[in-house]
């Protein structure tokens, strides 16, 4: 992690990316014009202003309220259970055997409701 509270612009041509981290974790945007940034610097003190920066960069993962390691903490859970749903959709769509993908179906729907419950 840096121990710097830092925010990056990557320029190449006319278009920019913004990264910052946020508790170990770096957000980054989609590369747009250089014009095509708006970000709001608001808080009471730099502490409040970088993790609203962090939380404008990452897009709405972070969520708008609550403890930034928090939602760092619960966008790494929301991002590992997109990553195990995509893995278990690949291996019901391979598997040959009814029961088998009866089973992975049901593993499947279970991560689903789970990803849902978490917003």
């Given at each position: 992690a840096i121990p710097y509270k830092i925010?990056?612009?990557?320029v190449f041509g006319d278009?920019?990316?913004?990264?910052?981290?946020?508790?170990?974790?770096?957000?980054?945007?989609?590369w747009q014009p250089l014009?095509?940034?708006?970000?709001?610097?608001?808080g009471?003190?730099?502490?409040?202003?970088?993790?609203?920066?962090?939380?404008q960069i990452s897009g709405g993962r972070l969520g708008t309220d609550g403890d930034i390691e928090e939602a760092v903490d619960r966008d790494k859970i929301r991002q590992k259970l997109e990553r195990d749903i995509l893995t278990l959709e690949k291996?019901?769509?391979r598997e040959k055997q009814f029961n088998k993908q009866v089973e992975l179906n049901g593993e499947l729907k279970r991560l689903c409701a789970k990803l849902e419950r978490m917003g």
């Open positions: 925010l990056f612009i990557l278009e920019a990316q913004l990264w910052i981290e946020a508790s170990g974790t770096f957000y980054n945007t989609d014009g095509g940034f708006t970000l709001k610097f608001e009471l003190n730099l502490d409040a202003v970088y993790e609203n920066l962090a939380r291996k019901l769509l």
